[in-house]
């Protein structure tokens, strides 16, 4: 952290340190439960279709795994949100990294086929992302539009991802007007 002269700590430099490790925890949570989800999905072969009907559970429960990661990355977001707004005046392409650096982890995942119940369960943790989006550039923006679009057509999105796209196109649109 930067110190100034009457010894007290620059914030912008504390809220930049900050950031970087919230999106190092981010990057982390991801990693853990994609492993997670993989070593669920290999113990569990065909028999996981029917686990919860046969045991009796209750199929719409969320597992433990699943509400924990929701709650991790809900909880990073909020964080991260926090200081990107304190940093927006004094740091602007710091915070426009920052939010484009979590926005790519959120977004860049697997996306959900079918095969495990974990992947549905990234695609509500995109949802989480929104409150990202107003930080990034235009052309950032666009980026992570058109890879949503390439990942999954519109036709097939979920009424949270079209809600998300439309949400994109907005802001694309009032960052290069200027409004």
Not at 75 to 95: R, Y
Not at 139 to 157: G, N, Q, V, Y
Request: proline content about 3%.
């Amino acid at each position: 952290m930067d110190i100034k002269h009457d010894g007290s700590i620059n914030e912008a430099s504390g809220y930049a340190e900050q950031g970087a490790l919230l999106i190092e925890r981010l990057f982390t949570t991801y990693r853990e439960y994609n492993e997670k989800a993989y070593d669920q999905k290999q113990k569990r072969g065909f028999g996981r279709l029917f686990g919860k009907w046969i045991s009796r559970q209750d199929p719409l429960v969320i597992s433990q795994d699943n509400k924990e990661f929701l709650g991790a990355i809900a909880s990073i977001v909020d964080e991260l949100t926090s200081i990107l707004a304190s940093l927006e005046g004094s740091e602007p392409f710091l915070c426009s990294e920052y939010a484009c650096k979590a926005l790519e982890i959120m977004l860049s995942q697997k996306p959900s086929k079918g095969e495990s119940e974990a992947e549905w369960y990234l695609i509500v943790a995109e949802y989480q992302s929104t409150a990202l989006l107003g930080y990034a550039s235009a052309d950032d923006l666009a980026r992570f539009r058109d890879r949503l679009l390439e990942r999954t057509p519109k036709r097939l999105m979920l009424p949270k991802q079209r809600e998300m796209l439309a949400s994109m196109t907005t802001m694309i649109h009032k960052k290069e007007t200027g409004q």
